[in-house]
């Protein structure tokens, strides 16, 4: 499925919401309506084909630099004609042409959410949709884009309402600063345009420098932020202002087509240059907004190789005019479109699906954006009925949304009080006891037990989350539980990477057992390597700087250390087998160098699907249902093992047995769902594997 996060993937959608709030009149401008039509179509052919137009998501800069080019204008033109702006009218003209459509693909969203989409999945669904609804997609991404686990999902349908969500607060915010600028003119008697213009100019580099330094320190949050592209409509605003000047003189129509058929040619080339490893916003997304900025700033220019003729190009222009429905429909199309046909979406299917996508998109502006905008029935063309409307709407689809995601959060930490109940006090043969390389066992009153249920497990996770580094952040985190100083308690450290801590559970059940203490130290997508882990950007950056402070760290605490166990993502690893097996070996000589053993765990089993999907799809727990072949599950060979054979004080300790079995890893075993996602353990599963791990300590010669 294709993904918009940029880390992983998920990656820019558009905003095609910055058209003007009236019937066309003299003063329409082909270019801009033209200028959506691109950017729409930039974005849906790059979600349907994303290897094709890897760049596709500029779109969304191109939508936000009309936005505050028209706005801005509009503000201005206001407060110069009747010396005030009235902001309530202002908003109830933006509800009136944003929110109707917006909240129909909302409502049709939750229910296609409750018919077609598996259970597993709900809980993340009816989240983002209440933060679409609220318009704070944008946010609620950024906070999931530096949390591993959360970034690993897999995407929803309102996604992109992000962009969405960041136009709606610009709508909130930006006439506020017209407003504050007007004010301060007419105290000071000063202009109200210059002012207004020194004042916006200083919030669009302070935004612009803001978003360079954090797309550089913490590129997947500044993706999303607010406040890392308020610049882009920035730029359309003093756009705006320069054109508006009075004794501004029109430019020859031929620079004009020169520049406005580069401003289109800079487009098409980021478009086809950047990809998801661009970092974005920064200083990449200077470029499109320039390209949008000079096709803007050069009009409809007439003449023979004017590209006016392609503007007004009826099939362009109708484009223009569906493009904010477009947007809206096309990726929950995408999304929703797996789960109704059993499979992914084939070429042809896609095609079906885009020309379906584009009729529905036809319809809902001719029979919900239109109506809304320009009826006069009911009233709700003045600003008090449509701002009440449009509070009662909002409450409606926030009722809903979160009184879904309310109920299964419910559900999902009952399955949780349900999963610690069994492992407190464990039928026979539950979870990974059903694998005992010695005994193995099966019990039939677990044929029918799936704990956690798939659409309770992704809640299902190692804590607490203070211990664990995310992907932005590098520095230590010192996490200890047990009497650490106590010389007759043997003390572990566990380190490495989310596979790591995975099997933290394991470990904190020794340690309230009184059996060990333990110190933790885990990095995202980071294994204790002395090679570069196989990551692009952020990640590969994070964990050079955080494994710089991890060796000092270890052997700091040597002397009071017993053993450091030690796992991690294969994925990770650079290079071939034995390069990735002496990088491993080069990064713990050292610790073991002062007479503290090494142990290294074999690293779990990965899917090509959620498991918990296929579960929820199926609703089967056999053994021969959603699981995968060893030969799919470890398409590396185990390298750990070399690893640990070339450093004298380092043991290995193979866990397959306890995921696989005859060639194939189930995804439940003992009544156990033994996966949270593709490739992380069940904190459940974890669990019931505490006792084969203390049989691997103790033939490492750890005494626990």
Request: hydrophobic residues 45%; aromatic residues 8%.
């Amino acid at each position: 499925m294709t993904t918009l996060v940029r880390a992983r993937p998920a990656d820019p959608p558009a905003a095609p919401a910055g058209g003007s709030t009236s019937r066309p009149t003299r003063a329409f401008r082909p270019e801009i309506q033209a200028l959506r039509a691109l950017a729409v179509a930039l974005v849906v052919l790059y979600h349907f084909w994303p290897g094709r137009l890897p760049g596709g998501y500029v779109g969304v800069d191109v939508f936000f630099v009309i936005s505050g080019f028209l706005i801005t204008g509009h503000l201005l033109r206001e407060a110069e004609s009747t010396g005030r702006i009235r902001l309530a009218r202002f908003w109830a003209r933006r509800a009136r042409r944003l929110l109707p459509a917006a909240y129909v693909v909302l409502g049709a969203t939750l229910v296609a959410t409750v018919l077609v989409a598996p259970q597993s999945l709900w809980q993340q669904w009816f989240r983002e949709t209440l933060g679409a609804g609220l318009y704070v997609e944008n946010w609620v991404l950024a906070r999931d884009s530096v949390d591993y686990l959360a970034a690993e999902g897999d995407p929803s349908p309102v996604q992109h309402f992000w962009s969405l969500s960041t136009e709606e607060q610009f709508y909130l915010v930006w006439p506020l600063l017209v407003v504050l600028g007007a004010v301060v003119a007419a105290r000071r008697g000063a202009g109200t345009r210059r002012t207004t213009t020194l004042l916006l100019a200083t919030a669009t580099l302070a935004s612009f420098l803001y978003s360079l330094w954090l797309t550089s320190t913490s590129p997947a949050p500044a993706y999303f932020a607010t406040t890392t592209r308020a610049w882009q409509f920035g730029a359309g605003a003093l756009l705006a202002l320069w054109l508006a000047r009075p004794a501004r003189r029109p430019a020859a129509d031929g620079p004009r087509s020169v520049l406005s058929w580069t401003g289109l040619a800079v487009l098409a080339g980021c478009a086809l240059a950047y990809d998801d490893a661009t970092p974005f916003p920064g200083t990449a997304a200077l470029v499109p907004v320039l390209g949008t900025v000079a096709v803007i700033a050069a009009g409809a220019p007439t003449g023979r190789l004017a590209p006016t003729a392609l503007y007004t190009w009826r099939p362009v222009q109708q484009t223009g005019e569906i493009s904010y429905a477009l947007y809206l429909w096309h990726w929950p199309a995408i999304v929703l479109a797996p789960f109704v046909l059993g499979h992914e979406a084939g070429l042809l299917e896609r095609v079906v699906l885009l020309v379906g996508v584009v009729l529905l998109a036809a319809l809902t502006k001719r029979w919900v954006e239109d109506p809304a905008r320009f009826s006069q029935r009911w009233g709700l063309h003045r600003t008090r009925r449509t701002l009440v409307a449009t509070a009662a709407a909002t409450a409606a689809l926030s009722l809903v949304a979160g009184s879904g995601f309310a109920v299964t959060t419910h559900h999902a930490n009952e399955q949780q009080q349900l999963a610690a109940r069994l492992v407190a006090d464990p039928p026979e043969c539950f979870g990974a006891e059903a694998m005992d390389p010695d005994d193995a066992c099966d019990n039939p009153a677990l044929d029918d037990v799936v704990v956690p249920a798939p659409e309770a497990v992704s809640q299902d996770k190692a804590g607490p989350e203070k211990c664990f580094v995310g992907i932005e952040d590098s520095d230590l985190v010192d996490c200890s539980w047990g009497p650490v100083d106590d010389p007759d308690v043997p003390h572990v450290a566990l380190v490495g990477d989310s596979h790591a801590r995975a099997l933290m559970p394991a470990f904190h059940e020794l340690v309230q057992q009184g059996r060990i203490s333990l110190t933790v130290q885990f990095k995202s997508s980071c294994p204790w390597t002395d090679g570069r882990v196989d990551a692009s950007g952020d990640r590969a950056r994070t964990c050079e700087e955080w494994k710089d402070e991890l060796e000092p760290w270890l052997e700091k605490e040597a002397p009071k250390t017993d053993v450091v166990v030690t796992t991690g993502y294969l994925k990770y690893l650079s290079g071939d087998d034995e390069q990735q097996a002496e990088d491993l070996a080069d990064a713990w000589r050292p610790v073991a160098e002062k007479g503290v053993p090494i142990v290294a765990l074999s690293d779990n089993p990965r899917h090509d699907e959620e498991p918990s999907l296929c579960l929820d799809r199926t609703r089967s727990t056999s053994p021969d249902q959603c699981g995968v072949s060893t030969t799919q599950a470890f398409p590396d060979d185990q390298v750990y093992e070399q690893a640990a054979q070339e450093v004298p004080e380092a043991s290995y300790v193979d866990l397959t047995d306890l995921y696989c079995r005859d060639g194939e890893c189930p995804a439940v075993i003992g009544g156990v769902n033994v996966y949270r996602d593709k490739h992380h353990l069940t904190s459940t599963y974890t669990r019931t594997m505490t006792p084969y791990i203390v049989d691997g300590l103790r033939d490492a010669g750890v005494p626990v």
